[in-house]
């Protein structure tokens, strides 16, 4: 994946949509950088941070409408 399109989508206040686990299950980053990311997680909770759930980002993208 792309860290600094991501983390230049997240300084900019955008959140990114992006698939973990194979990209079987996809979450929303809210903020952070260089990997250090606050995300939010159906199946876990809001305002998480993301390396304490999920060890890799599979797929990525974001809303451009």
Not at 15 to 31: A, D, E
Not at 43 to 61: A, E, R
């Amino acid at each position: 994946y792309n860290q600094s399109a991501i983390d230049s989508k997240l300084a900019s206040g955008e959140p990114v949509i992006v698939g973990v686990k194979g990209g079987s299950h996809f979450i929303v980053l809210k903020s952070g950088s260089a990997g250090n990311y606050i995300m939010n997680d159906p199946w876990n909770g809001s305002d998480l941070t993301f390396s304490n759930y999920y060890s890799s980002i599979s797929q990525y993208g974001w809303y451009n409408g």
